[in-house]
């Protein structure tokens, strides 16, 4: 439960709003099934509850960044885990699966007036993405650049006919590892096409 200064619950996204916020990051797992013990047959984070949250959020005229984790759970500097339906796939077929569920995600959002206005391509993705294929390893980003520029096409492929055009974000943890991550996703990783580099960033 969400409560302003006088103790009065209020719904969060009216209050974030209220409070001087104007936009609303979304997490989006593949097919978060390990949560079903945990919350009685509920799954949170999926397809259908992002859509929910982002209608709540437009609501409020707060703009929307879909984080696509491209993992069944959470993914970080020290984990980033392929999707249980594509983790016997090939390079080329994950990179493809990358690119179709990208674009499908945000079909399904446009068809019910739900595109978010940012699409965050990989989430705290210091070590890659979607592992093994993915992985930055001796600062190589060659194969996690093929399967960013994949994700990235589909938004801007989707763009071209949509009203809504979101722009695309990249993403890594910590200051200290952001002028590292931009020149190896955009040399090695051969990256170019994207709007914002987005930072988070943890003090001990």
Do not use: C
Not at 90 to 100: E, I, K, M, P
Not at 131 to 142: E, L, Q, T, V
Not at 167 to 196: C, E, M, P
């Amino acid at each position: 439960v969400f409560r302003d200064s006088t103790g009065a619950a209020k719904d969060p996204y009216a209050l974030l709003k209220q409070r001087g916020a104007n936009t609303i990051r979304l997490r989006l797992w593949h097919n978060p099934t390990w949560q079903l013990p945990l919350t009685g047959g509920k799954l949170y984070s999926n397809l259908p509850d992002v859509a929910r949250s982002i209608q709540r959020a437009k609501a409020q005229g707060l703009a929307v960044n879909l984080d696509f984790h491209y993992s069944d759970d959470w993914v970080d500097p020290s984990k980033q885990e392929t999707p249980a339906a594509w983790k016997n796939l090939s390079f080329t077929v994950l990179r493809d699966s990358v690119y179709r569920y990208t674009l499908e995600t945000l079909r399904y959002l446009e068809q019910k007036g739900l595109t978010p206005e940012m699409g965050q391509i990989g989430n705290e993705n210091n070590i890659g993405i979607l592992h093994p294929h993915g992985r930055i390893a001796n600062n190589d980003f060659s194969a996690f650049g093929q399967l960013l520029n994949a994700g990235i096409l589909a938004v801007r492929d989707f763009s071209k006919t949509a009203s809504i055009k979101p722009r695309v974000i990249l993403h890594v943890a910590q200051l200290q590892n952001a002028d590292w991550f931009a020149k190896g996703v955009t040399t090695s990783g051969g990256v170019q096409d994207f709007d914002y580099l987005g930072v988070s960033h943890y003090f001990k």
